[in-house]
């Protein structure tokens, strides 16, 4: 069974430019949330993905979004970087039977690492 | 809005000895409460988590948790560290569902020495 994989590893960027980072579920998980971890910080939620719709957003600008594809990867876009978005971007997936059903484990991937100069 | 204070931002324990992480929430109603360990360059992994039932409750790696509904805390404890267990420690808690939104705390970082 596969985990959860992100993509790149490691990105540099400078200020005003857009950013495309990538994630694939684990294996049979339908829903996808991304975080951001700013350095020093807990995980900050951005959003959530359930079955391709936005399912929760965080405090963030619109100038983060995000896609989640039939086969339930997602990217998360970030347009217009500032140097406060540099940080580790963070994918955790779970599967969800229903809509509103409780709790079901997220398995976090190893992380982006997005440095904004 | 719910949160999560973590007040201790670095503890140092010898190998051996026992370990405390303290965790205090803030939620309007019955929480779900999860401990995540962090090692450098590594992703999140779930240690335990609290959903009803019984309040201490068993994790992996011999770690446990007792959640405190009166002082709205959910301890995080070890009795004997190792030094496979140095890393950075996030009590998080859950929104309705379960399943929404996780707010983590700001993390405390465990040293262990010899």
């Known amino acids: 069974e596969t985990g959860v994989t992100q993509s790149p590893t490691h990105l540099i960027k400078t200020r005003g430019q857009q950013v495309t980072l990538r994630c694939s579920s684990q294996?049979?998980?339908?829903?996808v949330s991304w975080y951001q971890q700013a350095l020093g910080q807990g995980p900050q939620f951005i959003f959530q993905y359930y079955r391709e719709e936005e399912n929760g957003r965080g405090n963030f600008p619109p100038r983060f979004s995000g896609l989640q594809f039939p086969n339930y990867s997602s990217e998360l876009n970030v347009n217009a970087l500032e140097l406060d978005d540099s940080a580790l971007y963070l994918c955790?997936?779970?599967?969800?039977?229903?809509?509103?059903?409780?709790?079901?484990?997220?398995?976090f991937g190893p992380g982006t690492r997005l440095t904004v100069l | 809005a719910q949160s999560v204070t973590q007040p201790d931002i670095h503890i140092t324990v010898s190998e051996g000895a026992s370990l405390e992480l303290r965790c205090n929430y803030s939620?309007?109603?019955?929480?779900?409460l999860f401990w995540y360990v962090q090692s450098p360059g590594q992703g999140l992994q779930l240690l335990l988590k609290?959903?009803?039932?019984?309040?201490l409750v068993q994790g992996i790696k011999g770690f446990e948790a007792e959640f405190k509904r009166s002082q709205s805390s959910f301890n995080l404890r070890k009795p004997s560290v190792h030094w496979s267990d140095a890393a950075e420690y996030f009590c998080a808690v859950g929104g309705p569902f379960g399943n929404e939104k996780l707010t983590f705390g700001t993390g405390t970082r465990l040293t262990i020495i010899p």
């Open positions: 294996s049979g998980h339908n829903t």
């Open positions: 939620y309007g109603a019955t929480p779900y």
């Open positions: 955790a997936s779970s599967f969800r039977p229903t809509a509103f059903s409780s709790y079901n484990e997220q398995f």
């Open positions: 609290y959903f009803s039932g019984d309040t």
